[in-house]
């Protein structure tokens, strides 16, 4: 599975902005998709994910409120919708797929940076 994640860009507090990722291969249809984020001087975070038969997305509590995650199946596409943005949510976000964890992914796709100024 490939993964290529956009939609990255700056935005200020308060403001919204929607990361989208294309999963593309053989077996992308069915593989879980999901984000996670990496600031500078942290350790990698599980944002959001969608697991294939789950009843309902995952979302940290960090999140929680303000991030949701959406699947277009058609489109083999995850979004990641953020509003009411802080300061906080500055990182690199990652596309991911495969098996998920709170820790790490199968699949990876590049990251896209997400700036939020005060």
């Known amino acids: 599975v490939q993964l290529q994640a956009s939609g990255g860009g700056l935005v200020k507090v308060g403001g919204s902005l929607r990361l989208s990722c294309v999963a593309s291969?053989?077996?992308?249809?069915?593989?879980?998709l999901g984000w996670f984020r990496q600031a500078p001087g942290t350790e990698r975070e599980l944002v959001s994910v969608m697991i294939l038969g789950g009843i309902s997305p995952y979302h940290a509590d960090s999140v929680r409120g303000r991030f949701h995650i959406s699947r277009d199946n058609a489109k083999n596409t995850v979004y990641l919708d953020m509003r009411m943005l802080k300061p906080e949510d500055t990182a690199v976000y990652y596309c991911?797929?495969?098996?998920?964890?709170?820790?790490?992914?199968?699949?990876w796709g590049q990251g896209t940076l997400v700036t939020v100024s005060s």
């Open positions: 991911a797929g495969g098996s998920i964890t709170t820790t790490t992914a199968e699949y």
């Open positions: 291969g053989r077996t992308a249809r069915n593989t879980n």
